[in-house]
């Protein structure tokens, strides 16, 4: 049979290996992908060190996956041999209460997890259910696109579903890998964009980025420099920091709304008051669904954000992994395909 070249991790905590398998072929409802580029993300730990529960080994990590239909598989109509399409994190759901399509789906039982219920990106074919699957724009490479498949349709998908409104004042908190397109898609979305950040270089790439005001920890109070501005509509907290995200709710207006999405095992110290006095809400967001990030994808498509990425060939995966684990890449880690 036809081999192809996979990036696993042979057990729980074990090194990252490329190993020669057989190309699989797609099963019922399912299509066969041809990886032409994988982000690299935070989120992949969960497969490389066992941390998900009932993961199988040896297992090839990956959820942000951009590629190619190669073949499909019985029951498969919608989807046509050489279209474009994406696999982000939610890699397949039973749809019983309809929960996934809209976006809350972490917790339910049945949600196929890609790169941990089978086999992800860092392989060169990818087996997966047709529900997965989204939609490629022609204007985006493969390689923009990955990254959209997570962090992309996290910091889109989390804005859109806020009470904000064009022209209200939205915070970004962190400019990383989560909030270079957190800032893009707050500008393009008509909101007055802060950026909050730690030192004065980062300001001219969050100005570069779309950001009206930028806010440096080192040298301001932030919450009190946004309430000089009338409050916050928003703030979204890219950036796992448990301790810098609570005093950040003081910078929120009336109705203001702290959304999290950068993820931290860390517990967070807030104040009853904090919220109760201005009637705050604070709220958590994952990522979202194939419809999801097909609606990421076009907005980029159409605005020209774009990720920052650092490109590296499938067989460095070990490099790109441990570039950005330790936050040294800039923003986002893609491995390339063909």
Not at 25 to 38: D, E, M, S, Y
Not at 64 to 82: F, L, N, S, Y
Not at 106 to 113: A, K, M, P, T
Not at 229 to 241: D, E, M
């Amino acid at each position: 049979m036809p081999k192809m070249k996979v990036v696993q991790v042979a057990k729980p905590g074990g090194n990252f290996e490329v190993v020669d398998r057989d190309i699989p072929k797609p099963g019922l409802n399912q299509v066969r992908i041809q990886v032409k580029a994988c982000g690299v993300c935070h989120s992949d730990m969960y497969a490389k060190e066992g941390l998900w529960p009932g993961t199988q080994y040896p297992r090839a990590p990956g959820h942000e996956i951009a590629g190619i239909i190669d073949e499909t598989g019985p029951g498969v109509t919608r989807w046509k041999k050489g279209q474009r399409v994406g696999v982000g994190w939610a890699g397949g759901f039973c749809g019983e209460c309809n929960a996934c399509r809209r976006g809350f789906f972490v917790n339910c039982q049945n949600l196929q997890v890609t790169g941990l219920s089978f086999d992800g990106g860092y392989a060169e074919y990818v087996i997966a259910p047709r529900e997965a699957l989204a939609a490629i724009p022609d204007a985006l490479l493969f390689e923009e696109a990955a990254p959209l498949l997570c962090a992309g349709v996290t910091t889109f998908n989390s804005l859109r579903h806020t009470g904000a409104r064009a022209g209200d004042l939205v915070a970004i908190q962190g400019i990383g890998g989560l909030g270079h397109l957190g800032v893009q898609f707050s500008n393009k979305m008509g909101f007055h964009t802060v950026a909050i950040s730690k030192g004065k270089d980062k300001e001219p790439l969050a100005r570069k980025l779309g950001a009206h005001v930028y806010l440096d920890t080192d040298k301001c109070n932030p919450a009190e420099e946004l309430q000089k501005l009338g409050g916050a509509q928003v703030i979204l907290a890219t950036a796992p920091n448990a301790k810098a995200t609570p005093p950040l709710i003081d910078g929120l207006c009336i109705t203001g709304e702290l959304v999290v999405v950068g993820a931290s095992m860390d517990p967070m110290e807030i104040s009853s008051l904090q919220l109760i006095r201005a009637t705050r809400t604070v709220r958590g967001w994952p990522s979202g669904s194939s419809v999801d990030s097909e609606d990421t994808m076009k907005f980029c498509a159409l605005t020209g954000i774009r990720p920052m990425i650092e490109k590296f060939p499938r067989e460095n995966a070990t490099q790109a992994y441990e570039k950005m684990i330790t936050n040294k890449v800039r923003f986002r880690a893609v491995l390339n395909g063909h």
